[in-house]
């Protein structure tokens, strides 16, 4: 598989076979993912690897910890915001659209708050990923460290699809970072700043026929001097 190839066919998958990934797997995209850009060779980022007893270990701790929130438990506070509060015109419409595309396709309409809820629940249970990836950044790091945090996940998401896996990053596991920070012995210099979901692509499910749409390239790129 060519560069462009990883780039076409990588997609955020959300319903994965139990087929495990084996360590020696993961071990070999993480050291090769360490080749990412870094400013000033920083390297800011932070990798747990969960799988095995050990996720569904976690998977048991989220569903209670989401059903506690849920029946009006105390939500944990934030350490980042996902989405700017007051996100403008076309980015909210691209993020609109997004999750309508995605809601159709696995029969959840708008009125069914219930119903997408549930669905939304599936993040934390890494939507039934064997193998699960938190990164993690030291809280004294700045907006050029996170571009490469961004950097790095994306290069292992390619990585991944040179070996025939899928993956689907998930800013979701932010919303309780007390709770997994906790989970895995996170240092109190240290903050969550995404997961991944690692697996293969379960091609009978439909959510994973959803390709996102994408803006043409003069909507978002200019061109000086050629």
């Known amino acids: 598989m060519n560069v462009s190839e990883a780039v076409a066919s990588r997609c955020s998958i959300r319903d994965f076979l139990p087929t495990p990934v084996t360590g020696a797997t993961i071990r070999q995209v993480l050291a090769a993912a360490s080749r990412s850009p870094s400013g000033g060779n920083v390297q800011p980022w932070h990798i747990d690897v969960i799988a095995g007893s050990k996720l569904d270990e976690l998977k048991a701790l989220m569903r209670q910890r989401v059903l506690a929130i849920a029946a009006g438990g105390d939500a944990e506070e934030r350490d980042y915001d996902i989405y700017p509060k007051d996100l403008p015109t076309p980015y909210r419409d691209y993020r ?106 379960n091609t009978e499910h439909a959510v994973n026929s959803l390709h996102s749409d994408r803006a043409p390239l003069e909507t978002f790129a200019r061109f000086h001097g050629i």
Request: hydrophobic share 45%.
């Open 96 to 201: 609109f659209k997004l999750g309508e595309d995605m809601y159709a396709l696995v029969g959840t309409g708008r009125d069914d708050k219930a119903g997408r809820l549930r669905w939304f629940a599936r993040n934390w249970e890494a939507f039934g990923a064997p193998m699960l990836l938190l990164c993690s950044v030291d809280r004294r790091m700045g907006k050029p460290q996170w571009s490469d945090l961004g950097m790095f996940l994306q290069t292992v998401m390619l990585l991944l699809r040179e070996q025939g896996l899928d993956s689907c990053a998930q800013e979701s596991w932010s919303v309780y970072p007390r709770t997994v920070g906790s989970f895995i012995g996170l240092p109190p210099e240290r903050m969550i700043f995404a997961g991944m979901a690692v697996g293969y692509r």
